[in-house]
């Protein structure tokens, strides 16, 4: 989508993907959340990817440098 950089650190604009770590997005979640991302396995999260209509969008921002989703909204 966008990319953009703030000193020397590279930032990216996507929608969340299927390709994006599971790991990652679902800690991230769980730092405003209650959520045990153990409970929620790879074939789930990519169901829910699937599944989200046109309606739905989910949007993350990557760090770039560090190949990690930093943020993400709805």
């Given at each position: 989508?966008?990319?953009?950089?703030?000193?020397?650190?590279?930032?990216?604009?996507?929608?969340?993907?299927?390709?994006?770590?599971?790991?990652?997005?679902?800690?991230?979640?769980?730092?405003?959340?209650?959520?045990?991302?153990?409970?929620?396995?790879?074939?789930?999260f990519?169901?829910?990817?699937?599944?989200?209509?046109?309606?739905?969008?989910?949007?993350?921002?990557?760090?770039?440098?560090?190949n990690?989703?930093?943020?993400?909204?709805?």
């Amino acid at each position: 989508m966008e990319q953009f950089s703030i000193g020397d650190r590279i930032f990216r604009i996507e929608y969340l993907k299927k390709e994006h770590s599971i790991d990652n997005y679902l800690n991230l979640l769980k730092q405003l959340s209650i959520l045990d991302p153990i409970t929620i396995s790879k074939n789930v999260f990519d169901n829910f990817i699937d599944n989200l209509n046109d309606n739905h969008i989910v949007i993350v921002m990557v760090d770039v440098n560090l190949n990690i989703i930093i943020g993400s909204t709805t």
